[in-house]
C-alpha cells in the first residue's frame, strides 16, 4: 500500500514475503509459496534479512530523503537494495550482478553504512557516493539521502523502483544463489533470473486463494529478470500537499494485509532449522516460522458496519499448511462480511502450529489490534475455521466462552492431529488435546458445524462425536453433513455466515459451566484460562499437566430462567457451490442438518441465591456484579472436596461446602 502522510511517500510491503526467484510446482488444493530462494544457514541472515518492509521518501531542500525498514536486522553490511530513481524510457540493467533491468536513470546501491550510486544518464555510466548513510539497529532502519547533484525530481512525477538482496561485502555485488544453501551462499538455484529477493511497490500482487504467500508476481518477475512493472510514480504536488494534512491513510475497504506488532520475539526473522513442527511454538517447543516481532494478518472490511454503527467480527482460523490470505477474495470472505462484520484471520506464527503457545498469542494480539482500530459490538465477536482452523475455533472457544457469540466450523479437525482415528485411541498430541473433553464449556456459545461423510483427514466419525456430546449435553448445535471428503466441502457459506450473525454473546447468562485445564494456560506468554462470564480466579487442586476441574454455577438473581433442549431434528436440502481454491467443487451440494435448540421456560421470582458445583477446584471467585448478586446472596455448593469461593469487594465469609 502506498499513502502520502505529512509530506512523506510511503508504502508498506508485504511481510515474510522474502521468497526470490523461482516457481514452486503447486498441489492442488494446497498452494504453497512460489519462490524457492533458501537464506544461508549462518543466523546473521536470520532467514528473512533481505525483507523489505517499508520504504519511505521525504524530499527536502538538499535532495531526497530515503528511509529504508527490514524485518530483520542482524548485520546490515550482508544485505543491500537497490533504489532505481527515474525512467530511462527503455529497461536497462540493474547493477552489481542483480540480474535485473528495468527502466531508470539513477541506481542508489545502499548496504550497511555505505552506498553507491550507477548513473544511466551520463555516457561513461559515471559512479558516485551517497553520504550521510545512518542505521539504526533498534529499529531495523536504514536512511540515506540522496543529493540534488545525483537527482534531481522533477516538479511533476518521477518513477521509483526498489529491490533488496543479499551482499557481498568482498566483491561488493549481490550473492548469488547455488543449488543448496550453505553457511553464506543462498540456495533455491532458479534457471536464470535475479539474485534479488524483494521487490517493493507490488500493489497489483494479486488477492486470490491461489497466491496465499503474495509473491507469486515477485517470483515470476524475478524468475524472468524483468522488474518494468514494479514501481511507483511519486506526485510532488501530493507530496506538498500532505504537509498540511492531505489525505493521510485513507479508510479502505475489501481483502487487507495488516502487521501487528507483537510483544514477543524469541529471534529475529524465520525460526530456521530450529523452528519448532507440530502443536505450538516458542519458548522449548523451538522458535516459530515466523519468529520476529512483527505479524502478518489479514483484515476483510465491509463497505459499511450495522446499522448501529458498530462493526460485527468474526475471527476466521486458517487450515494447516497455509496463510493468512487462503480466504482472500472468496465467496467465503464476502459471505461473512455481510451484515458489517469485519473478517480477521491471523497468520498463527506459521502454516500448522495448532493454535498452541506463540501460535495462541498471535490470534489474540491480532484480535486485539483490530479492536483497537475499528468499534466492534463486543456481543457480536464469532468464532470460525477450517480443518485445523476448526480445531483451534473449538479450543480457544471453549477455554475463553465468554469472548464468543457463536462458533462455525468447516471440516474440524477434532485433536490436534490428522489421521486420528479416534478415541479410545490416543492422539499423538495428547489426550489434553480432544476437544470433545471441553464441550460442557460451550453451554452459551451455539455452534455450527459443516462437515464432509467422506473427510479423510480429520474423521468423519470424530466431527460427529463432537456433535453428539453438545447433544449429550442438551446445548445448542447445528450438525451439517455432505457427500464431501476433507477437500471438497464447498457449499455457499450464506447459511454459516448467516447463523454467525445471528447470535449474540450474552454478558451474565444465568448458568455458566467451565472446564478448567492447567494445559490450557501459559503463563510464559500471560495467558491465563481461569475465567468464564462472571465465574474468575479457578485454581486447580491438581496443578500438574494432566490437572482438570469443573464448575456448573447458577444465578438465580434474575430469576430462574430454564432451557428445555428441543430436538434434534433433522432436515435435507442442497446448497450451490461457492469460489473455492480446493481440489475441485462439487455441481452442487445436498446436505442432512440435524439441530437441536433451546425452549426457555418463564422465570420464577428473583432470589438472591448462586448454586456452585466443582470437581477438581481449589478455589474459585464469583463476580457478584455480573452475576447481578448481592454480598448478602445465599450460597450453595456441592463439591469433591474442599473448595474455597471467593466474592471479592464482599467481607469475608466461610459457604456452605458439601460432598467432600
Known sequence: MSVYRAGEFVYQDFIYDDRGAGETPQVPGVPRPTGTYEYPTDPRYAGNAADLLEFRLKPDRNGLLIRLT?????????????????????????????????????????????????????????????????????????????????????????????????????????????????????????????????????????????????????????????????????????????????????????????????????????????????????????????????????????????????????LDLHNANQSHNVRAGTDHVRAMAREGYLVVTPGGRGPTYWYDGLAQVDVWEVLADVLRRYPVARDRIAIAGTSMGGYGAYKLAATFPSLFSALGVLVPCTSADVLWPGEPTEPASGVHTVVRRLMPSMRNVPTMSWVGAADELCGYSNERSVHEELVRLGYRTSFWTFPADHQTLSADRRPLADFLHRARSPHSPDRVTYVVRDRAADRRWGLEADTAYWLTDARLRDMSSSGEGFVDAVTFAAGGRATTPVGP????????????????????????????????????????????????????????????????????????????????????????????
Request: contains cysteine; glycine residues 10%.
Open 70 to 314: 527490514y524485518n530483520s536486522m542482524i548485520a546490515p553490511g550482508l544485505v543491500a537494495t537497490t533504489v532505481a530513481l527515474g525512467s530511462s524510457g527503455r529497461p536497462v540493467a540493474w547493477p552489481h550482478g542483480a540480474g535485473a533491468q528495468s527502466p531508470a536513470k539513477v541506481f542508489v546501491t545502499v548496504h550497511g553504512r555505505r552506498a553507491e550510486v550507477v548513473r544511466q544518464d551520463v555516457a561513461d555510466s559515471s559512479s558516485g557516493k551517497v553520504k550521510q548513510v545512518t542505521v539504526d539497529h533498534r529499529r531495523r532502519q536504514i536512511e540515506f539521502r540522496v543529493p540534488r547533484s545525483v537527482f534531481n525530481p522533477p516538479e511533476g512525477t518521477f518513477r521509483i523502483a526498489a529491490a533488496s538482496g543479499l551482499w557481498d561485502p568482498d566483491s561488493e555485488t549481490y550473492v548469488a544463489r547455488s543449488a543448496t544453501a550453505g553457511e553464506s551462499t543462498p540456495g533455491g538455484s532458479a534457471s536464470g533470473g535475479s539474485e534479488l529477493v524483494n521487490v517493493a511497490f507490488r500493489n497489483a500482487e494479486p488477492v486470490e486463494p491461489s497466491n496465499p504467500w503474495r509473491e507469486r508476481a515477485q517470483a515470476m518477475a524475478l524468475s524472468q529478470g524483468d522488474l518494468s512493472d514494479f514501481y511507483a510514480l511519486v506526485d510532488m504536488g501530493r507530496l506538498r500537499a500532505s504537509r498540511t494534512g492531505g489525505p493521510g491513510i485513507p479508510h479502505l475497504t475489501g481483502d487487507l494485509n495488516r502487521i501487528v506488532v507483537s510483544h514477543f520475539e524469541e529471534k529475529q526473522g524465520r525460526g530456521g532449522p530450529h523452528a519448532a513442527s507440530g502443536v505450538g511454538c516458542g519458548g522449548s517447543r523451538g522458535p516459530c516460522d515466523y519468529s520476529g516481532r512483527l505479524q502478518p494478518y489479514s483484515l476483510h472490511v465491509p463497505a459499511r458496519p450495522g446499522s448501529d454503527g458498530l462493526y460485527g467480527l468474526i
Open 569 to 660: 431434528s433433522v432436515t435435507t436440502g442442497v446448497l450451490q457451490p461457492a469460489s473455492s481454491d480446493l481440489i475441485s467443487v462439487l455441481p452442487a451440494y445436498p446436505y442432512t442438518r440435524e439441530d437441536l435448540t433451546w425452549s426457555t421456560s418463564r422465570a420464577e421470582p428473583a432470589r438472591d441465591l448462586v448454586v456452585v458445583r466443582t470437581r477438581g477446584l481449589e478455589s474459585i471467585a464469583v463476580n457478584l456484579l455480573d452475576a447481578r448478586l448481592t454480598c448478602r446472596a445465599k450460597v450453595l455448593v456441592e463439591s469433591d472436596g474442599p473448595v474455597l469461593i471467593h466474592f471479592p469487594g464482599c467481607p469475608l465469609r466461610r459457604p456452605l461446602v458439601r460432598g467432600h
